[in-house]
């Protein structure tokens, strides 16, 4: 069989011929003092939806202004739909745009703002705004403005607008902070599914770990300006490549540890570890460890008290030798009380090297 002829963005097994959405290659940057970006590589495929989960100040609106052309890499490449676009301006780049404050005008009304980007306002135009407007659900609103619309229906616009000038990419920075809770779990699951619809790609920055499990195709983890983890969500929530990203993925339980010959051990509670000799963190999310009426149980605890998580009773426990635990418990027990716990999902990251290693088990 011949050599495949190089192309300039290979596609990914089982996706079609279109090129990458984006495709950031070795991308720093530096701002003041601050090396801000570190060497990033990321990939948004066509139709993808990729969520950017971090902390703050971990370099995820560094990375969006670089990506919307409001800043230059120092280093690296960055293609837009195939495109060197490192230096293009930003109306060159064919990106569209949700913010968490809507970024909408007040004197426009929602068919207004649609046909306002695509450009001279025809009966075609018009025509195809509504139809988009419709399809966010926002029939019978097309002449209202921003001041007579709810949040949901001033970012479902925000959306449509994003979605008329045909963009190779959505980028949705932090879309749904400003609206409430209820809102933002509807907005986001039809949100997708539009996006899905359309086969628009979209990278999605949030730091909420929920909204990018339900949200995205892929997550891509960003902690000091390097990319921690990048996988689909399942996997990088059971299984992080680092302790960043498995702090990034939710509530951890983080319990200082030695691993010696091939074991780590917690008290008297032992898994085998293929991870250098020393220091090492065993990490065991919130609700994957569960409190049990076993004194044989090797890891033994003692029950503090109850803090109730949107309906999931979760405790704190602490251990014999004293860090505390919070785990899920069925039954109610006294102050003081000794309980066994279980751990149904463990990581264990070796502290030896300046990238953690990682073993995680699933008992
Ligand atoms: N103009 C600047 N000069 C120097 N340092 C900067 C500048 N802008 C941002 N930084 C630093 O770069 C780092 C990343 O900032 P960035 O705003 O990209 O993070 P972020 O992940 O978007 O945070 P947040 O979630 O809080 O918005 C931070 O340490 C920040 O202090």
Redesign the pocket.
């Known amino acids: 069989m011949g050599a495949m002829p190089r192309t300039e963005q290979s596609p990914a097994p089982g996706s079609t011929t279109r090129p990458d959405a984006l495709n950031l290659v070795g991308v720093t940057k530096r701002?003041?003092?601050?090396e801000?970006?570190q060497g990033v590589d990321l990939r948004v495929g066509a139709g993808e939806i990729v969520a950017l989960l971090?902390?703050?100040?971990?370099?995820?609106?560094?990375?969006?202004?670089l990506v919307a052309g409001m800043l230059t890499p120092d280093s690296g490449q960055l293609t837009i739909g195939g495109r060197e676009s490192a230096h293009l301006p930003p109306e060159a780049r064919r990106l569209g745009f949700v913010f968490q404050d809507y970024a909408l005008w007040p004197h426009l009304s929602a068919r207004e703002h649609l046909t306002l980007v695509m450009g001279r306002a025809g009966a075609a135009q018009k025509a195809r705004a509504d139809t988009l407007l419709t399809t966010v659900g926002l029939a019978g609103l097309e002449v209202a403005r921003p001041a007579q619309l709810s949040g949901g229906q001033r970012q479902r616009v925000a959306l449509a607008r994003a979605l008329a000038v045909e963009p190779e990419l959505i980028l949705l920075d932090?879309p749904y902070s400003a609206l409430d809770p209820v809102l933002r779990e509807t907005l986001r699951g039809e949100v997708a599914a539009l996006l899905r619809a359309e086969g628009r790609a979209a990278l999605h920055?949030t730091?909420d770990p929920d909204e990018a499990m339900t949200v995205a195709d892929r997550i891509i983890v960003?902690g000091g300006?390097k990319v921690l983890d990048d996988g689909p969500p399942e996997r990088v929530y059971h299984s992080p490549a680092t302790l960043g990203a498995a702090r990034a993925l939710g509530r951890l339980n983080e319990l200082s540890a030695q691993v010696r010959g091939g074991e780590v051990s917690l008290g008297d509670w032992r898994a085998p570890a293929a991870l250098p000799d020393g220091a090492a963190m065993v990490t065991v999310r919130w609700e994957h460890a569960r409190a049990v009426r076993s004194h044989g149980a090797a890891l033994q605890a003692t029950f503090e008290r109850d803090a109730s998580m949107r309906g999931v009773t979760l405790s704190r426990f602490r251990l014999l030798d004293g860090p505390v635990v919070v785990a899920q418990r069925t039954t109610s027990y006294e102050p003081g009380e000794v309980v066994g716990l279980e751990l149904a999902g463990v990581g264990v990251f070796s502290l030896e090297q300046s990238q953690p290693s990682t073993l995680w088990s699933v008992p």
Do not use: D, I, P, Y
Request: net charge positive; no cysteine.
């Open positions: 701002l003041g003092r601050n801000v970006l971090g902390a703050s100040g971990s370099g995820k609106t560094t990375l969006l202004r932090e920055v730091h960003l300006g």
